[in-house]
């Protein structure tokens, strides 16, 4: 259902003002129960994992190639303006397609998000050696840059991690940059939010999953020293991009591990870092 749009301040627009500002989005998306999605291939994701649209966005040269989205939800708005138009609403120039306002998902419980990883966990997923694939979840603790946070979870997709469990230190996964940099796969990434991370540390324990905290420490075994002890189940945790894990969370998970660095340099980014681990636990 194609609406032309003339006004930034037309009151249907809402959802799509000030996209830029994180702290304003971070706080309002989650309280409207609603994300943005950017590019059709995006919106494509999103739509086939079984989210929902509330309205889609676009210029007119982008119109045909969004109608086969458009043309599955019939009574959906879409506003389609000028590019100057849609730059001044958002904050930024709109040159990927389109933004589409999604319904967001609630969110399993952790008990519901464990049971879930059980019973889809697919041994040798990437059909490595003939060998079955070690089940993997990815806790994230305090990530707040959101390019990271979707590197990181386009790891997870790519490299046939089970699940992604974020502290509620940690950024928005459905953040527009986050979803983005993910190319859409945190739609097919199986994820949940957690308030306590100790609580979290003894869920998996119970469920007799190996946590393996990534970090700079004396009691640290290398990732290939870690790789050889062949756990079946692990979950690894990831620190913030400044201060890392805490010490608390260092002294309950089972093993801390540390990546050997030449010259230098001490450590990787936390993105490069994640692939790395995933790719060599794989």
């Not at 930034?8 to 304003?24: G, S």
Request: proline share 5%.
């Amino acid at each position: 259902m194609l609406e032309p749009i003339t006004s930034t301040t037309d009151p249907r627009l809402e959802e799509y003002t000030n996209l830029t500002d994180m702290r304003l989005r971070s706080r309002f998306e989650p309280e409207r129960g609603v994300y943005i999605a950017e590019s059709a291939t995006v919106i494509s994701r999103a739509i086939t994992a079984g989210h929902a649209p509330r309205s889609f966005l676009m210029s007119p040269k982008w119109v045909e190639q969004m109608t086969p989205l458009m043309d599955q939800f019939p009574n959906i708005p879409a506003y389609v303006g000028a590019p100057g138009l849609l730059e001044e609403l958002t904050g930024f120039n709109v040159h990927r397609g389109a933004l589409a306002s999604m319904h967001r998902p609630a969110l399993p419980s952790l008990d519901d998000f464990m049971t879930r990883i059980t019973r889809t966990h697919q041994p040798n997923a990437l059909g490595i050696d003939g060998q079955s694939a070690r089940s993997r979840i990815a806790v994230l603790d305090g990530i707040i840059d959101h390019t990271n946070l979707g590197a990181i979870i386009r790891s997870c997709a790519a490299l046939g991690v089970d699940g992604i469990i974020v502290n509620h230190t940690s950024a928005d996964p459905l953040y527009r940059r986050a979803i983005r940099v993910s190319m859409g796969t945190v739609f097919q990434v199986p994820w949940t939010r957690a308030n306590n991370l100790i609580e979290v540390l003894d869920l998996l324990h119970e469920a007799h999953y190996t946590t393996a905290a990534l970090a700079l420490s004396d009691n640290a075994i290398t990732l290939d020293q870690f790789n050889a002890e062949n756990h079946d189940k692990v979950a690894f945790l990831f620190g913030n991009e400044g201060h890392g894990l805490s010490d608390r969370t260092l002294a309950t998970v089972s093993r801390v591990v540390t990546i050997p660095m030449a010259g230098d340099v001490d450590s990787l980014n936390v993105a490069a870092t994640s692939a790395l681990v995933f790719y060599a636990t794989r």
